[in-house]
């Protein structure tokens, strides 16, 4: 069936006759009704998105989770008390709940678009035409009207459509790199291809890629989601999974809000049976559920994350999703390309082979000597040259640019190409058949593994010798001290080509010119990036297409591996490993992969998935797209990706530098620590306002804070210096400890404990007891009737609010280490924290002592009494957890030395 996987399989394999018999087509291409007719059958040739719901649905839901359900609950309690007492102004409540409400869904919903701005970039890769051969006459089409069977004429600088199989080509070349990852074009023939894989065969163009030289005829087998650009698209639309954060502060808000909304039920539930006032007891119920939602947490994480990812900028990472500056933290094993993210990616030959002798490329007369290894240098590639102010300029494979620059100097410009035979994963050489006076002269280049068997000679400079098992053992012997220096080792070799010879016999009986050792050094600090990173229990796993030496000589130099026996998994191998052995292969303390394909990094990253890691991986190509969404972090590259792959990723590195990874991951680990201090921070006034209004209900006391105050410290005088404790620079040792278990929580025991039952606990007693001060000297006695609107209550519950600012200014110092004194912390350092402070100052006095602050939030100017009231309590406030952080600090040191603690 035409376009059916099956047939894309097999159709390289064929004649071109059957090719277009098995597509039911032509050389003149379809007619007009049976074009209509596949189209209506196959669809559009586009990649169609995957069943999503409408977008008003999906940003419905952001308003409708658990957590907004609970503040929705708390507005709607706002208006009914309003509607019943409209003094108390809990309307100003209900709005600024609907505020945070909106703020946060719309955020949310805003991530979710990540997905189609990948798919509109796979799309863009696509021509918008292509010239069709419809009733044997040549059309301009929407490539969306393209059908299998359609015959497409294609020349240079056309993009590839469809997936198509050539019946006429000349002197075509195509650059597949967007979605095979080769990195140079290489040159089609119409011919039956006995490739294994449709991938692999010179006949088959793919849809995405592009045709830098010649021209040529295709007829079109599959469309659409059939093609293997469609399948790469499908595979990255569907992404990876949640990120942790995201994962615990679902957890951690469905919780809480659990929590708030099960106690201001019952405790509503107990007032109406207990025959409570319906106002008073909606404004209890409300007050408990505004005490208990954090309702400033996600606001506050959202520009912590903001202000994490601008400071990630700096050190040239360009974070795409927010919550993967967290996740960066977490991470566990680093999956890297090694080109041009742990090397340069700028080679230069160090050594040669010429012949059978090592040789210096600088000893001058070398050219003179053995001009056929040059010209096989100069002539052996597919460049795009160019020449700027008498300066060539060459744009390609780094591999040939350093070849041409090697030989450029010494011998002129490549004669016209009579014919190509190109570099493939599995040929693992390239041959070029040049026009000559003396006759075509093919020249190879390739792996030594593959190009020495193919060479009966060597050239020394001197006389074209036998090459005999001696001359051959010392050129393994050479090319095995140039591997693991660390050096890519290239075989060159030449031959005239006899009139009438064969094409597939034309590389045999090669003349050997010599070797090349080409050097990709490492990039400064790579090698510091690595101990980094085993200093912090991350395992890092390079993942490349090089020689497995290579590879290995490398990742010695970088000291990646310092073991004597690394487990070296090769592309070949991979594909036979079963899923199971990939993973029990992966317990390799030191593990390399070489010779692996682009599109094997999928495999690897669902195993080390499946093995619980958190895993990074590195990308660049289309090919890598689906790799980089399955992965909890895609690290795209920002010189060398793909646009697809940019936007697949979760991160750019906008210098494609491997210390940069390194640098995020820091931070990343820095930011959760900063999540757990806010959060600490922001639960203590959470149980301050928590406890004042359970004595309200329990002791039939006048309540002490009002929902609109409460709601004006979560939203307003904490919102700063919450946000200034989630950008605390990293702790200087955290990079020599573990990732966090994937079991942390952000709400620990410890932190709970702390935040709850210590000083939140403290500060709920302070607001208290400053609170029955201020009523008892203005003469309030208890069980008497206080009107809300009277300046004593007001005054009162002005106390109570001034009491938590206070005491918050002093608890965010507090809060900058869970153990190191606030001596060592001290005040400065954080401007953020010193803003939020001076804002929280200011917001209270204005809060208390303006008539529309009075007005607004029923408060009234404080007589100096009240004030010296709380002054003991903040000073009490240090004290205690002073004394419990030195507590902590000599557990730990007990611990440390073996003590019993």
């Known amino acids: ?100 409400i909106l703020v946060s869904g719309l955020f949310s919903f805003w991530q979710e678009l990540r997905v189609e701005r990948t798919l509109a970039a796979l799309q863009g890769l696509l ?6 051969l419809r009733d044997g006459v040549a059309h301009r089409l929407p490539v969306a009207e393209l059908v299998p069977g359609d015959v497409i004429v294609l020349a240079q600088g056309d993009s590839v459509p469809a997936d198509c199989r050539l019946i006429e080509t000349f002197g075509m070349r195509v650059n597949r790199a967007t979605v095979t990852g080769e990195s140079r074009p290489r040159s089609c ?41 469609g399948r790469i698209a499908r595979l990255t639309q569907r992404g990876g999974d949640a990120s942790p954060l995201r994962r615990e502060i679902a957890r951690l808000s469905r919780r809480i809000a659990l929590l708030a909304l099960g106690m201001g039920a019952a405790f509503f539930v107990a007032g109406r049976l207990m025959g409570v006032p319906f106002w008073r007891d909606a404004i209890l119920s409300l007050g408990i559920i505004i005490a208990l939602v954090p309702e400033g947490l996600l606001p506050t994480l959202t520009l912590s994350l903001v202000l994490a990812a601008q400071r990630l900028a700096r050190h040239n990472v360009l974070i795409r999703h927010l919550p993967s500056v967290e996740t960066l933290g977490s991470v566990t094993v680093i999956c890297t390309d090694k080109t041009g993210t742990l090397t340069e990616n700028h080679l230069r030959v160090c050594r040669l082979v010429l012949g059978l002798d090592a040789a210096d490329p600088a000893t001058p007369g070398l050219a003179a000597r053995h001009p056929l290894f040059f010209r096989v240098a100069r002539g052996c590639q597919d460049l795009a040259e160019s020449r700027c102010d008498g300066r060539l300029q060459l744009d390609g494979d780094p591999l040939e640019i350093a070849l041409v620059e090697l030989a450029a100097p010494h011998v002129p410009p490549p004669s016209a190409r009579l014919d190509e035979w190109p570099f493939d994963s599995t040929r ?139 487990r070296i998994v090769t592309g070949p191998e991979l594909a036979r490993l079963h899923p199971a052995q990939l993973q029990l292969a992966l317990d390799a303390p030191e593990i390399l992969f070489a010779r692996v394909a682009a599109d094997q990094k999928m495999r690897i990253v669902e195993a080390l998935k499946a093995k619980g890691q958190v895993v990074a991986v590195t990308g660049d190509g289309v090919n890598d797209a689906p790799a980089l969404a399955a992965a909890h972090i895609g690290i795209a590259m920002g010189r060398s990706g793909t646009d697809v792959a940019k936007e697949a990723a979760d991160m750019v590195l906008l210098d494609d530098h491997f210390a940069s990874i390194v640098a995020a991951i820091a931070e990343g680990r820095a930011v959760f620590r900063n999540i757990r201090k806010f959060l600490t921070y922001v ?83 302070a607001v208290l007891a400053v609170f029955c001060q201020v009523l008892a000297g203005g003469g309030w006695a208890y069980g008497a009737d206080l009107p809300a609107d009277s300046l004593l209550y007001r005054q009162a519950t002005t106390a109570s609010f001034a009491t938590v600012v206070v005491l918050q200014i002093v608890n965010v110092f507090l809060c900058r280490s869970a153990v190191r004194s606030i001596l060592v912390t001290g005040l400065g350092g954080n401007r953020l924290i010193l803003g939020g402070v001076a804002l929280e100052a200011g917001l209270l006095a204005l809060i208390a002592y303006t008539p529309w602050g009075n007005a607004l939030f029923g408060t009234a100017p404080l007589p100096a009494g009240a004030w010296l009231a709380l002054l003991p309590w903040a000073a009490g406030m240090i004290l205690i957890e002073e004394a419990r952080k030195l507590w902590v600090r000599r557990r730990l040191a007990r611990t440390a030395t073996g003590a019993p603690s």
């Not at 929705?72 to 208006?79: D, K, R, S, V």
């Not at 692999?200 to 021209?215: E, F, K, P, W, Y």
């Not at 790579?526 to 990742?555: F, N």
Request: glycine share 8%; hydrophobic share 50%.
């Open 1 to 100: 069936m035409p376009g059916s996987p099956r047939a894309a399989m097999k159709i390289h394999q064929l004649a071109i006759p059957d090719v277009l018999a098995s597509v039911r087509s032509s050389a003149q291409g379809l007619d007009s009704a049976e074009a209509a007719a596949r189209l209506a059958e196959y669809g559009p040739n586009r990649v169609e998105p995957l069943a999503r719901e409408p977008a008003w649905l999906r940003l419905a839901k952001e308003f409708t989770h658990l957590f907004s359900i609970i503040l929705w609950i708390a507005a709607g309690l706002a208006f009914v008390a309003d509607g019943f007492d409209p003094a108390q102004g809990m309307a100003r409540v209900g709005w600024a709940v609907v505020a945070v």
């Open 127 to 132: 021509p918008p035409r292509a010239e069709v």
């Open 189 to 229: 023939d119409a011919g039956p291809s006995d490739e294994e894989r449709a991938l692999d065969a010179r006949n088959i163009l793919l849809a995405g890629t592009a045709v830098v030289a010649g021209q040529g005829r295709a007829v079109v087998y599959a469309t659409g989601a059939h093609t293997e650009f």
């Open 428 to 566: 693992m050489r390239q041959s070029v058949l040049l026009a000559d006076a003396d006759g075509p002269l093919l020249v190879c280049k390739g792996a030594p593994e593959r190009v020495l068997p193919l060479c009966g000679a060597v050239d020394d400079g001197a006389a074209i010798r036998p090459l005999d098992a001696p001359a051959r053992a010392r050129l393994q012997a050479a090319q095995d001290d140039m591997a693991e220096a660390g050096l890519r080792v290239i075989a060159l070799a030449a031959r005239r080509l006899p009139p009438g010879t064969p094409h597939d016999a034309a590389e045999s009986d090669l003349v050997l010119c010599g070797l090349v050792g080409l050097a990709d050094p490492p990039r400064a600090e790579v090698d510091s990036a690595i101990a980094t990173c085993r200093a912090a229990g991350i395992k890092v796993v390079m993942v490349t297409g090089d020689h497995p030496r290579t590879a290995l000589a490398i990742a010695r130099q970088i000291g990646l591996v310092q073991g004597a026996a690394p």
């Open 683 to 765: 639960l203590v006034h959470n149980v301050a306002e928590l406890v004042p209004t359970l004595a309200f209900a329990v002791f039939r006391i006048p309540l002490p804070l009002t929902p609109v105050q409460a709601l004006a410290i979560d939203m307003g005088t904490d919102s700063l210096t919450a946000l200034g404790l989630g950008v605390e620079r990293g702790d200087p040792a955290q990079m020599r400890r573990p990732p966090r278990a994937r079991t942390a929580r952000l709400l620990s025991l410890a932190v709970a404990l702390r935040a709850y039952l210590f000083l939140g606990l403290f500060e709920a007693v």
